[in-house]
């Protein structure tokens, strides 16, 4: 990644920053769309597969040591290479969701968990 390339440093960096600003825009638009949900794990859970949609980051290309986000990467791979090379960025991105979702269920059930052992000890 020199400056003799298509991108250097600084444009990469920029790149990233202005996803991530825009990402945290939408996730708090997107949190206060889901803050109407009664039922709250539902909630907590479409927040997370956003959060994990949006920001899991893979590498460009198996040579490249760039990373974007794994949704782009994805959809990049299923249209210009097309057949099964878009599984390269499908595996963390699967993984990372899977994740997400483990995460806010079981931090609502210790939330409930904790919740209910500070009661009974008053």
């Not at 859970?45 to 040579?63: D, G, H, K, N, Q």
């Not at 990373?67 to 057949?83: E, K, N, Q, S």
């Not at 991105?93 to 806010?104: D, E, G, P, R, T």
Request: net charge positive.
């Amino acid at each position: 990644m020199g400056s003799t390339g298509m991108l250097d440093i600084y444009d990469y960096l920029i790149g990233w920053t202005a996803y991530i600003a825009a990402g945290a825009l939408c996730y708090i638009i997107f949190y206060r769309f889901t803050g109407i949900l009664r039922f709250k794990p539902l909630a907590n859970t479409l927040r997370a597969i956003l959060i994990a949609v949006m920001f899991t980051p893979w590498y460009v290309s198996a040579e490249d040591d760039l990373l974007a986000p794994a949704i782009i990467v994805m959809t990049l791979d299923l249209v210009t290479i097309g057949g099964t090379s878009f599984v390269r960025a499908m595996v963390p991105l699967a993984l990372s969701v899977l994740f997400a979702v483990i995460v806010a269920l079981t931090g609502r059930i210790l939330q409930k968990r904790f919740r209910g052992s500070s009661r009974n000890s008053h």
